[in-house]
């Protein structure tokens, strides 16, 4: 099935209607899955606002029956390392949220052993019933999460490595340099993201476009991971007019 596109010339109203579709996620009270990475900023400061104009009781029940899990973390930083996703989504949502520090689940970038932590986490999220609406970003090579070139369809939550272009591309937080982007993370896979109730991709900017072209407008092959998205039955993509340059779109 043809996913249902969006394409929005404007970056307020491309992060506003994301938020309007995490704000009625969280509300329908099945875990969230969260992601990180530039293309959500405006995206997590548009749910902030909103969050903020609800009235105080509405407030209230949603910060306290906030269940949420993002979908990957760099191995070896302190949850407190701003460069950590556990430190992004702090400053991002926790603090100024006022979320206790679990609300936010991420996997455990200092845990000894990054495998059974892989595990953990996927059995925690399972436990929890598994994600109701997945946001999702898209790498410049293709990747979701940190599901890297060649990824099967079934991959499940792991420790990977990470592809040389992902630690380019992520270089900016770590005072430019590359070498500097630790060399795994944790992730969920391909099998938790395609097994939540609905997806949600987002994805801007000009840099993007050929890499979405292949992601929604070619088979799906391991090569390019986003491209199993294309498999789920209810996958919304919203995209800015910069991103969507090089669909096919009828
Ligand atoms: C990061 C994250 C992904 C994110 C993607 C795009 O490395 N692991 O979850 O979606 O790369 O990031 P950006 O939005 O900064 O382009």
Not at 84 to 105: C, H, K, N, T, Y
Not at 227 to 246: C, I, K
């Amino acid at each position: 099935m043809a996913p249902a596109l969006t394409v929005l010339a404007d970056g307020q109203q491309l992060a506003a209607l994301v938020a309007d579709r995490l704000l009625a996620a969280l509300a329908s009270g099945r875990p969230l899955g969260l992601a990180t990475g530039r293309t959500m900023e405006p995206v997590y400061a548009a749910l902030r606002h909103r969050i903020a104009a609800l009235p105080p009781r509405q407030r209230q029940q949603l910060l306290a029956g906030w269940c949420s899990f993002n979908l990957d973390e760099y191995v070896g930083l302190e949850p407190e390392d701003p460069r950590s996703f556990a430190g992004v989504m702090a400053a991002a949502l926790g603090r100024p949220l006022q979320l206790p520090a679990d609300r936010l689940q991420l996997p455990d970038g200092r845990a000894a052993d990054p495998d059974a932590e892989a595990r953990r986490y996927s059995a925690a999220l399972a436990a929890a019933g598994g994600i109701g609406l997945q946001l999702l970003g898209l790498g410049s090579n293709g990747h979701v999460g940190f599901n890297e070139p060649p990824c099967a369809a079934d991959a499940p939550c792991r420790c990977l490595p990470l592809a040389a272009a992902t630690r380019e591309q992520n270089a900016c937080a770590f005072g430019g340099d590359p070498a500097a982007v630790p060399q795994r993370a944790i992730s969920l896979g391909l099998a938790e993201i395609l097994a939540a109730d609905q997806l949600l991709l987002v994805v801007t900017g000009a840099g993007k476009a050929e890499i979405l072209r292949r992601s929604l407008q070619e088979p799906p092959c391991p090569e390019v991971p986003a491209s199993w998205l294309q498999r789920h039955p209810r996958l919304e993509v919203v995209v800015d007019a910069a991103a969507a340059a090089a669909l096919q779109l009828r």
